[in-house]
């Protein structure tokens, strides 16, 4: 009877990791979502190049790099998400599949994330400095002390994961 209600609980709570696919559904609407607001900027760019400034030009661009960057950063949730916390997306013999997939374990995840956040802080923080004049210092320092806090924070993940990499090889040779 023990057993039995043990099985039953463990396959719940196995079965219960589809709770999780309706969130990387939302995620691939979001992406759709940025999508939009993509061409929108593009669009909004694209007739007035001619006619701007240089630096318009870069901040124009920085920011559709920096929705580029977003973008990345929500397929990764996705794709990596999914494969580690619900089920394996079957595409083993599509041409296209990236040699990442099936490989970004919870902890490449990590990495992946918040290397995408310092890129992103990154390009914002110079799209700050592209128009220093106007922005006020103290909003600067904050975002500053914003994106080095993400680097710091990008460290320290990077180092954790080595040493428990390294204390997992010296656990193993014992």
């Not at 914002?124 to 600067?140: G, R």
């Not at 990077?158 to 204390?167: G, N, Q």
């Amino acid at each position: 009877m023990r057993q039995t209600v043990e099985r039953f609980l463990e396959r719940a709570m196995f079965g219960s990791r589809w709770l999780m696919a309706p969130f990387y559904i939302g995620l691939v609407g979001s992406l759709v979502l940025l999508l939009v607001k993509f061409v929108q900027e593009l669009v909004h760019l694209a007739p007035h190049i001619i006619d701007m400034k240089e630096s318009e030009a870069i901040l124009g661009i920085l920011t559709l790099i920096d929705m580029s960057l977003a973008g990345n950063l929500v397929l990764i949730v996705i794709f990596s998400g999914y494969e580690n916390f619900v089920s394996k997306i079957h595409v083993d013999d599509h041409e296209d599949k990236p040699d990442w997939m099936g490989k970004v374990d919870f902890s490449g995840l990590k990495l992946k994330l918040i290397a995408s956040i310092v890129a992103i802080s990154g390009i914002q923080l110079l799209k700050q400095f592209m128009n220093i004049a106007a922005v006020p210092q103290s909003q600067l320092m904050w975002m500053v002390i914003v994106h080095l806090t993400f680097v710091l924070s990008g460290v320290m993940l990077a180092v954790m994961d080595l040493i428990t990499v390294k204390a997992h090889k010296m656990g193993g040779r014992h």
